[in-house]
T-cell receptor, first 113, second 114 residues
Framework: AQSVTQLDSQVPVFEEAPVELRCNYSSSVSVYLFWYVQYPNQGLQLLLKYLSGSTLVESINGFEAEFNKSQTSFHLRKPSVHISDTAEYFCAVTVTGGFKTIFGAGTRLFVKA | EAQVTQNPRYLITVTGKKLTVTCSQNMNHEYMSWYRQDPGLGLRQIYYSMNVEVTDKGDVPEGYKVSRKEKRNFPLILESPSPNQTSLYFC?????????????FGPGTRLTVL
């Protein structure tokens, strides 16, 4: 069985500061990895995903995540956050070729002025 | 506009009164899924469907039913709701049933069972 652990439930940070949201997963088989973002009162939308190839993946709004197989991690980073990045961020995994998706508990990012 | 729609968006009901939450997508997606979101637990998968007439249980299927008679629709049925089913529900769809496809989420349905 797969599991996802998001190590921080809340992360407060000042605007323009760097941030890292941590995600660790457990799986005995290969997985696909995702970060989804949920803005207040909205559904989730994809931020970025790792399927194969380069272990560093980037989003269009400056976030990046690195797949680390040995540490079974997929941490999300941004070098300089904006107020508009305030949201809840979910890490998720699916087994390669599988149908089920396992989500982490979420990390609330608060960006303060 | 490509989207996943859910109805109703908000629902307050009483224990035991059957209800259906509808989900529809206009992107011709094969895969659809239902999740519930609870504080501190993230999203948990209830049921998913790989295509018409093909459905399977997720991690928390107890107390729920689904059907997939048409490709675009995937209703969630609570035949006898209980207070522990009070939650925020999301429907999602993706192009195919490969685990690497991006899921597109609806706006959510907030259900309260009294």
């Amino acid at each position: 069985a797969q599991s996802v652990t998001q190590l921080d439930s809340q992360v407060p940070v000042f605007e323009e500061a760097p941030v890292e949201l941590r995600c660790n997963y457990s799986s005995s088989v290969s997985v696909y990895l995702f970060w989804y973002v949920q803005y207040p009162n909205q559904g989730l939308q994809l931020l970025l995903k790792y399927l194969s190839g380069s272990t560093l993946v980037e989003s269009i709004n400056g976030f990046e995540a690195e797949f680390n197989k040995s540490q079974t991690s997929f941490h999300l980073r941004k070098p300089s956050v904006h107020i508009s990045d305030t949201a809840e961020y979910f890490c998720a995994v699916t087994v390669t070729g599988g149908f089920k998706t396992i989500f982490g508990a979420g990390t609330r990012l608060f960006v303060k002025a | 506009e490509a989207q996943v729609t859910q109805n109703p968006r908000y629902l307050i009901t009483v224990t035991g009164k059957k209800l259906t939450v509808t989900c529809s997508q206009n992107m011709n997606h094969e895969y659809m899924s239902w999740y519930r979101q609870d504080p501190g637990l993230g999203l948990r998968q209830i049921y998913y469907s790989m295509n018409v007439e093909v459905t399977d249980k997720g991690d928390v299927p107890e107390g729920y039913k689904v059907s997939r008679k048409e490709k675009r629709n995937f209703p969630l049925i609570l035949e006898s709701p209980s207070p522990n089913q009070t939650s925020l529900y999301f429907c999602a769809s993706s192009v195919g049933a490969d685990g690497g496809d991006t899921q597109y989420f609806g706006p959510g349905t907030r259900l309260t069972v009294l």
